[in-house]
């Protein structure tokens, strides 16, 4: 399994359609194996999803996101969770911590569910964009 995540400095970048780079976790039997920082070469918006695809990548965790791009990530079969910011490397365990559906293991709609994240006040909000009930 490959998890992608747009990537500035460690954190996540929050305009997928404008990310210069993903960092690409590499996962077997739900631990990691690797990560790596890949440029997009310039590629935006829905070229996006070809850029990762041909990586191989299965899920997204991303801040903001535009309809078009969620169109082209749900298109290609790869699962989409979006509004989160802070450390990519968190955003991922978190994820792996609870894969599906709802990253914080609580029950939830089909629009997705609140992680509450230690890091000051601040709150993420996943939203899982394939529309599919946990």
């Not at 990691?32 to 999803?49: R, Y």
């Not at 994820?95 to 006040?121: I, W």
Request: proline content about 4%.
């Amino acid at each position: 399994m490959k998890i992608a995540v747009p990537y500035e400095n460690g954190q996540v970048f929050q305009h997928f359609g404008r990310s210069e780079q993903f960092k690409i976790y590499t996962a077997e039997n739900g631990l990691l194996q690797d990560a790596e920082v890949i440029p997009t070469n310039g590629q935006g918006h829905g070229a996006l999803a070809g850029f990762l695809m041909q990586n191989h990548v299965n899920v997204v965790l991303c801040g903001g996101i535009g309809a078009g791009a969620q169109s082209a990530l749900a298109q290609a079969g790869i699962q989409l969770f979006g509004g989160l910011f802070g450390s990519a490397d968190a955003a991922v365990t978190k994820y792996f911590q609870h894969p599906v559906g709802d990253p914080c293991g609580h029950r939830s709609d089909r629009s997705g569910a609140v992680l509450r994240q230690k890091a000051g006040s601040r709150q993420v909000r996943w939203h899982n964009y394939d529309n599919k009930a946990p």
